[in-house]
């Protein structure tokens, strides 16, 4: 063979050195069991076979067979599972799939033998991945940030705070993935059944915007408190920003839109024209708010940032669009007229 016939050699695979086609798009699904670490160890296989199991029963019950059998790069990851799929699919996980996985896991924990339950927090993306049928197929961005947003804050604090006897799952769906299959009309589920989060993971340079779901919610969990430290919407914030220096001028007077007050582990969210002042008693387990002076007085009291096991500290919650739980606009005195 002469030196012309002999191959090019392989161009760099440095990112930025040229340019080349991107690997196919999946949808990338992963779960983790909650408290898995809190069990003795000699239960975490049996834990870990059980997850597996559930997921094949879940997937069959939802007409989904032909997904689980041919998912792509599955993987364990000891207190939980990973593998791609057709994104094609995606808007049947979203539903019926994560309802079937509730009731499966109702099922299971009803009649499991033993003191182990299995409550699973699940993430949905979509993104291009290797899969080529190679040994390290489906690692990339879209992979790291499925896991991140697995653990991210949110989901953790809902799944947390819910009753562990009526919510097994909750879920968080990446901006991209809630974009394609939910606002795009394609899921069996409206946009408003499901809530936007900032996902951010403690330790961790990750912050994007989601959405969590939970098929069977119980007791306050639409409550956006649970969420974070300050839930203010960008129309709030731009009023309370524009109007800073009314409040020092008008003896007590707090700006004429909403204002949010911050705890230090909770929130406290207000409106309208307050007038004198506001008292901050930062108590364990939740923030007790005292209005002391002015045309409004009350109290409410938040429940703080543990719940039923799970520890959830830092912030939480970011920018929520729209109105959320107890704001209050205008002038109280003419509401309760």
Same mark, same amino acid.
């Given at each position: 063979?002469?030196?012309?016939?002999? /191959?090019?050699?392989?161009?760099?695979?440095?990112?930025?050195?040229?340019?080349?086609?991107?690997?196919?798009?999946?949808?990338?699904?992963?779960?983790?069991? *909650?408290?898995?670490?809190?069990?003795?160890?000699?239960?975490?296989?049996?834990?870990?076979?059980?997850?597996?199991?559930?997921?094949?029963?879940?997937?069959?019950?939802?007409?989904?067979?032909?997904?689980?059998?041919?998912?792509?790069? /599955?993987?364990?990851?000891?207190? %939980?599972?990973?593998?791609?799929?057709? &994104?094609?699919?995606?808007?049947?996980?979203?539903?019926?799939?994560?309802?079937?996985?509730? =009731?499966?896991?109702?099922?299971?924990?009803?009649?499991?033998?033993?003191?182990?339950?299995?409550?699973? #927090? @699940?993430?949905?993306?979509?993104?291009?991945?290797?899969?080529?049928?190679?040994?390290?197929?489906?690692?990339?961005?879209? #992979?790291?940030?499925?896991?991140?947003?697995?653990?991210?804050? &949110?989901? *953790?604090?809902?799944?947390?705070?819910?009753?562990?006897?009526?919510?097994?799952?909750?879920?968080?769906?990446? +901006?991209?993935?809630?974009?394609?299959?939910?606002?795009?009309?394609?899921?069996?589920?409206?946009? +408003?059944?499901?809530?936007?989060? &900032?996902?951010?993971?403690?330790?961790?340079?990750?912050?994007?915007?989601?959405?969590?779901?939970?098929?069977? /919610?119980?007791?306050?969990?639409?409550?956006?408190?649970?969420?974070?430290?300050?839930?203010?919407?960008?129309?709030?914030?731009?009023?309370?920003?524009?109007?800073?220096?009314?409040?020092?001028?008008?003896?007590?007077? @707090?700006?004429?839109? /909403?204002?949010?007050?911050?705890?230090?582990?909770?929130?406290?969210?207000?409106?309208?024209?307050?007038?004198? %002042?506001?008292?901050?008693?930062?108590? =364990?387990?939740?923030?007790?708010?005292? $209005?002391? #002076?002015?045309?409004?007085?009350?109290?409410?009291?938040?429940?703080?940032?543990?719940?039923?096991?799970?520890?959830?500290?830092?912030? $939480?919650?970011?920018?929520?669009?729209?109105?959320?739980?107890?704001?209050?606009?205008?002038? $109280? $005195?003419?509401?309760? #007229?």
């Amino acid at each position: 063979m002469s030196q012309s016939d002999q /191959p090019m050699p392989e161009a760099s695979a440095l990112p930025y050195s040229r340019s080349r086609q991107l690997p196919p798009y999946r949808g990338i699904v992963a779960v983790d069991a *909650k408290d898995f670490t809190g069990y003795p160890a000699i239960e975490h296989g049996m834990i870990s076979q059980a997850v597996l199991q559930v997921l094949q029963w879940s997937f069959e019950r939802a007409g989904l067979a032909e997904v689980w059998h041919g998912r792509r790069f /599955p993987a364990s990851t000891g207190d %939980g599972y990973v593998f791609g799929f057709d &994104p094609a699919w995606m808007p049947f996980l979203i539903h019926p799939w994560l309802h079937t996985l509730q =009731e499966v896991l109702t099922e299971f924990n009803v009649n499991s033998v033993g003191t182990v339950r299995i409550r699973l #927090r @699940v993430s949905l993306h979509i993104g291009p991945l290797p899969d080529s049928g190679g040994e390290f197929d489906g690692n990339g961005t879209p #992979r790291n940030d499925t896991h991140r947003l697995l653990d991210s804050r &949110p989901v *953790k604090a809902m799944l947390a705070a819910s009753n562990e006897s009526i919510t097994q799952v909750a879920a968080i769906l990446s +901006d991209r993935c809630y974009d394609d299959a939910v606002a795009g009309g394609f899921t069996g589920r409206h946009p +408003d059944h499901f809530i936007e989060v &900032p996902a951010t993971v403690e330790g961790k340079r990750f912050d994007q915007r989601a959405w969590l779901y939970v098929p069977a /919610p119980s007791g306050n969990l639409y409550d956006r408190r649970i969420l974070g430290d300050a839930v203010v919407g960008e129309h709030e914030r731009a009023q309370a920003a524009a109007e800073p220096a009314a409040g020092q001028a008008d003896g007590g007077r @707090v700006g004429s839109g /909403p204002v949010s007050y911050r705890a230090d582990r909770g929130n406290v969210n207000g409106g309208g024209t307050v007038h004198g %002042g506001q008292h901050v008693t930062n108590v =364990e387990g939740g923030q007790q708010v005292t $209005k002391v #002076r002015g045309d409004y007085a009350g109290r409410d009291f938040v429940r703080g940032d543990s719940f039923g096991g799970d520890y959830v500290a830092g912030h $939480k919650a970011g920018t929520v669009h729209g109105n959320q739980g107890d704001t209050f606009h205008g002038d $109280k $005195k003419e509401r309760r #007229r």
